[in-house]
């Protein structure tokens, strides 16, 4: 090897050095446990299902325009708080605020029906935290089919039900390839659909009691159960 090629091979050596000293690894910043992101959300929690049960309480004593007003106010409201919160953390995971935190953040995200676009967005995110065993895949699966029904599509784990109100049975909207449906529930931890209706049924039966003794429905209708 002549001097002019050592010098170029050990200058080449040195370039090569410093690119890989230069180059940084991209580690994903470990998220801390947040206590008064976790306590805001339970306490929006217990707003969100007042507002998305029957009136109970003092609020029976509100007029239908007075408890619809007080429906939207509520979950528009605590969407704006929501948006915050996601374009700052993504989908809220256990890490950030525990799996109650979690739940409740899932649960007011399954309640914003009014903007599905942001209930899609959350999707997507949240997708990532079930893949990294960081948010609950069951509550993923109920967003799902959420989401597909608010766009139209066809549900996936037959979550999201009506009620034949002449029985009192309930019974999955709109879903895809249900001689699978139960498999596809199992994958996720989901219970047995027909086990799912019967509780959405009984329910049902429980709010509506005073329509059905009207129609002369004694009990609900309820599925086989293997």
């Known amino acids: 090897m002549n001097k002019l090629s050592g010098i170029l091979l050990i200058g080449l050596l040195l370039l090569g050095c410093k690119e890989r000293k230069g180059r940084t690894v991209s580690v994903p910043e470990k998220v801390e446990f947040d206590q008064k992101v976790a306590d805001e959300l339970k306490r929006m929690a217990e707003i969100d299902q007042i507002a998305a049960y029957i009136p109970q309480g003092k609020y029976k004593e509100m007029s239908s325009e007075q408890w619809n007003s007080f ?5 528009t409201t605590h969407q704006i708080r929501l948006k915050e919160l996601f374009d700052q953390h993504g989908f809220v995971g256990f890490d950030l605020a525990g799996e109650e935190g979690s739940g409740n953040f899932w649960l007011m995200v399954q309640h914003s029906d009014h903007d599905p676009d ?10 990532i935290e079930v893949d990294k065993k960081n948010a609950n895949p069951r509550n993923y699966g109920l967003l799902v089919d959420r989401v597909n029904i608010n766009n139209g599509l ?3 784990y037959g979550t999201q039900v009506d009620y034949n109100m002449e029985i009192c049975q309930a019974f999955p909207k709109n879903l895809a390839d249900s001689m699978n449906v139960n498999q596809r529930r199992m994958e996720i931890g989901l219970q047995p659909l027909e086990e799912y209706l019967n509780e959405m049924t009984l329910m049902n039966f429980e709010m509506n ?8 429905v004694t009990e609900p209708k309820l599925y086989q159960v293997q």
Do not use: H, N, T
């Open 209 to 216: 009691k005073e329509y059905y003794a009207k129609k002369g």
């Open 71 to 75: 429906k939207d106010s509520v979950f």
């Open 154 to 156: 066809p549900q996936i």
């Open 118 to 127: 942001f209930q899609k967005q959350v999707l997507e995110k949240m997708k």
